[in-house]
C-alpha cells in the first residue's frame, strides 16, 4: 500500500489542524493505521493508531486528550485531528500501516508497521 499525508503547516500555539494520508494500492481496512512523528534529532515516535475498522485507538500519552485518529476506509483516508497545539508538537508526521492485528492491543512501535508516507511538516509557533 503507498501512503501519502498532507495538511501540514504552521499553526501557533493553540491552534488545531488537520492532516490527512491518502492511501493507494490497496484498501486500508486490511491494516491497523498509526501516525508517527520525527522532530530535529529526535527518534520516530508513535502518536496515535487505530484499528482496521476504527473500534479501537490508542494515543501516546503527549497527545491524549488533544489529538483525535480517524478513518474512512470508503475513502481510503486516515486522519489525525490535532487540537490545542504546542511548539512541542513540531515534528515531521509520518502515517503508517501495519498488517499486524489484534485482539486486545494495536501496535505502537515503528517496526510493526511496513508501509510509510513521505511525511508532512508541522510547526507550532509560540
Known amino acids: 500500500v503507498q501512503l501519502q499525508a498532507c495538511g501540514g503547516g504552521v499553526v501557533q500555539a493553540g491552534g488545531s489542524l488537520r492532516l490527512s494520508c491518502a492511501a493507494s494500492?490497496?484498501?486500508?481496512?486490511?491494516?491497523?493505521m498509526g501516525w508517527f512523528r520525527q522532530a530535529p534529532g529526535k527518534e520516530r515516535e508513535f502518536v496515535a493508531g487505530?484499528?482496521?475498522?476504527?473500534?479501537?485507538?490508542n494515543y501516546d500519552d503527549l497527545v491524549k486528550g488533544r489529538f483525535i485518529i480517524s478513518r474512512d476506509n470508503a475513502k481510503n483516508t486516515v486522519y489525525l485531528q490535532m487540537n490545542s497545539l504546542k511548539p512541542d508538537d513540531t515534528a515531521v508526521y509520518y502515517c503508517?500501516?501495519?498488517?499486524?492485528?489484534?485482539?486486545?492491543?494495536?501496535?505502537?512501535?515503528?517496526?510493526?508497521?511496513?508501509?510509510w508516507g513521505q511525511g508532512t511538516q508541522l510547526t507550532v509557533s509560540s
Open positions: 494500492g490497496r484498501t486500508i481496512s486490511t491494516y491497523t
Open positions: 503508517a500501516a501495519s498488517p499486524k492485528v489484534g485482539s486486545s492491543w494495536l501496535p505502537d512501535s515503528p517496526a510493526d508497521f511496513g508501509s
Open positions: 487505530i484499528s482496521r475498522y476504527g473500534g479501537s485507538s
